[in-house]
């Protein structure tokens, strides 16, 4: 059955307790809640099952009845794009919004590296920030994504390269870390995180969970574009790594460039990062800056930038900037990249250049973008103008 005729809610996503609640209306007795909890979750989290029918620990009445009112379903690969360089980006359909609708669309986009697989998972349908060199940016917001899909793209990609334990097997903790594919997961792909904070924060406790999907926290990194009052928070709450979209070093160009420094300028932002919690040389915060032409490339930018995160254990992350139809700006040259990342460099900071990946199927960072609302940055200008 596709995404769209099911009809049943599915249990991806769902916390313990939403669990204990669903074997409750089932009418399982409460001295066998906690056991029942603990087993669904397992095949559900550690095992990826998608049919009640493998978890046979179950009786067949329990089985049967969690079949007839819910389901296992994941957001559904409807295209799947390989990079010449191996990065996969997948079209996925969520379950719809109106019955008998097809469900909306959203990305999610896999980067296997000889060490490492990464893994850039969306919060978001589009987002309600217009920072100027992001193609996500041009998308309205269509609606936040819950728990379930959001973790159900790290399920959905699980499902199709292969990540989970073999079926007899009975693996507590799924896959050996060495063994996986996927190892990490970053939340840079469409949508600002801490604006849906609730529903990402519940996504990655599943994400975190060690008898669940067990990630480590230090593999996970959330990116935040800078909606400073939620950094601590999500610090206490989900105590993930940071990356924080920076790309400008002065207030002037920042605010151009990512909206919401208006509201939170660059020196509430530092202060927010210098005070997240556990940050030491093994735990350091990633600023992300995008080379753009003749903007914010030039060598007493890069000075800047040295000089404002004296005192931050951090990485800086320079991205190349990725063109997309309509795009206002240009990448700088490549001299020039090199240039600035060897001020840093020299300053102390691990600043790799991020290779841009998947750039021929437009799974580079800020090329994503899912609906068929086409608002080019142009046309947005002229409605921004418009009185
Ligand atoms: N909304 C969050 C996370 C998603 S964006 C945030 O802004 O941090 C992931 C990263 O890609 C951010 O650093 C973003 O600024 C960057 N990015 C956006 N558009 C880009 C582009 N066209 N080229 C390169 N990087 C881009
Ligand atoms: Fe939204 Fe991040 Fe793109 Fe800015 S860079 S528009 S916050 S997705």
Same mark, same amino acid.
């Given at each position: 059955m596709s995404i769209s005729e099911n009809t049943k809610p599915s249990l991806?996503?769902?916390?313990r307790e939403e669990l204990a609640r669903v074997f409750a209306e089932l009418s399982v007795p409460e001295k066998a809640r906690g056991m029942r909890v603990a087993q669904v979750w397992n095949w559900i989290?550690?095992?990826?099952? @998608?049919?009640?029918?493998?978890? @046979?620990?179950?009786s067949k009445d329990l089985r049967a009845a969690l079949a007839e009112n819910y389901s296992l379903e994941r /957001?559904?690969?409807v295209t799947e794009q390989v990079s010449a360089d191996g990065t996969r980006k997948w079209l996925a359909r969520l379950a719809p919004?109106? /019955?008998g609708g097809p469900g909306p669309l959203i990305e999610t986009v896999y980067i296997p590296e000889p060490s490492r697989g990464t893994l850039c998972i969306s919060s978001q349908i589009g987002c309600t920030l217009t920072c100027s060199f992001c193609h996500t940016g041009t998308q309205k917001l269509v609606r936040n994504l819950s728990p379930g899909e959001i973790a159900g793209q790290i399920m959905l990609a699980r499902d199709r390269v292969g990540d989970w334990p073999g079926a007899q097997a009975a693996n507590p903790a799924g896959l050996p870390e060495a063994e996986r594919k996927i190892t990490n997961i970053v939340l840079m792909g469409m949508g600002e995180p801490l604006y849906n904070f609730e529903n990402v924060r519940d996504a990655m406790a599943i994400a975190a969970a060690s008898d669940g999907l067990a990630f480590s926290k230090r593999r996970i990194t959330l990116s935040t574009s800078g909606v400073v009052p939620q950094i601590p928070r999500w610090g206490a709450e989900a105590g993930t790594m940071l990356a924080i979209s920076l790309h400008g070093v002065r207030d002037e160009l920042r605010d151009e460039l990512v909206p919401i420094n208006r509201k939170w300028p660059i020196a509430e932002l530092l202060g927010a990062c210098r005070a997240y919690p556990s940050l030491s040389n093994a735990r350091r915060i990633t600023f992300e800056y995008v080379m753009l032409k003749g903007l914010n490339d030039s060598i007493a930018d890069a000075k800047e930038l040295v000089r404002l995160l004296a005192g931050i254990p951090a990485k800086i992350n320079l991205i190349p900037f990725n063109a997309w139809p309509g795009a206002p700006y240009e990448c700088s040259e490549w001299e020039q990249i090199e240039a600035f990342a060897e001020v840093v460099n020299k300053a102390g900071y691990a600043s790799p250049v991020r290779s841009p990946r998947g750039r021929d199927i437009m799974a580079a960072c800020g090329q994503l973008k899912s609906e068929?609302?086409?608002?080019r940055a142009s046309e947005r200008r002229a409605e921004a103008a418009a009185p």
């Amino acid at each position: 059955m596709s995404i769209s005729e099911n009809t049943k809610p599915s249990l991806i996503g769902f916390s313990r307790e939403e669990l204990a609640r669903v074997f409750a209306e089932l009418s399982v007795p409460e001295k066998a809640r906690g056991m029942r909890v603990a087993q669904v979750w397992n095949w559900i989290y550690a095992r990826g099952a @998608t049919d009640f029918a493998r978890m @046979t620990v179950l009786s067949k009445d329990l089985r049967a009845a969690l079949a007839e009112n819910y389901s296992l379903e994941r /957001p559904e690969i409807v295209t799947e794009q390989v990079s010449a360089d191996g990065t996969r980006k997948w079209l996925a359909r969520l379950a719809p919004d109106k /019955p008998g609708g097809p469900g909306p669309l959203i990305e999610t986009v896999y980067i296997p590296e000889p060490s490492r697989g990464t893994l850039c998972i969306s919060s978001q349908i589009g987002c309600t920030l217009t920072c100027s060199f992001c193609h996500t940016g041009t998308q309205k917001l269509v609606r936040n994504l819950s728990p379930g899909e959001i973790a159900g793209q790290i399920m959905l990609a699980r499902d199709r390269v292969g990540d989970w334990p073999g079926a007899q097997a009975a693996n507590p903790a799924g896959l050996p870390e060495a063994e996986r594919k996927i190892t990490n997961i970053v939340l840079m792909g469409m949508g600002e995180p801490l604006y849906n904070f609730e529903n990402v924060r519940d996504a990655m406790a599943i994400a975190a969970a060690s008898d669940g999907l067990a990630f480590s926290k230090r593999r996970i990194t959330l990116s935040t574009s800078g909606v400073v009052p939620q950094i601590p928070r999500w610090g206490a709450e989900a105590g993930t790594m940071l990356a924080i979209s920076l790309h400008g070093v002065r207030d002037e160009l920042r605010d151009e460039l990512v909206p919401i420094n208006r509201k939170w300028p660059i020196a509430e932002l530092l202060g927010a990062c210098r005070a997240y919690p556990s940050l030491s040389n093994a735990r350091r915060i990633t600023f992300e800056y995008v080379m753009l032409k003749g903007l914010n490339d030039s060598i007493a930018d890069a000075k800047e930038l040295v000089r404002l995160l004296a005192g931050i254990p951090a990485k800086i992350n320079l991205i190349p900037f990725n063109a997309w139809p309509g795009a206002p700006y240009e990448c700088s040259e490549w001299e020039q990249i090199e240039a600035f990342a060897e001020v840093v460099n020299k300053a102390g900071y691990a600043s790799p250049v991020r290779s841009p990946r998947g750039r021929d199927i437009m799974a580079a960072c800020g090329q994503l973008k899912s609906e068929s609302v086409k608002q080019r940055a142009s046309e947005r200008r002229a409605e921004a103008a418009a009185p």
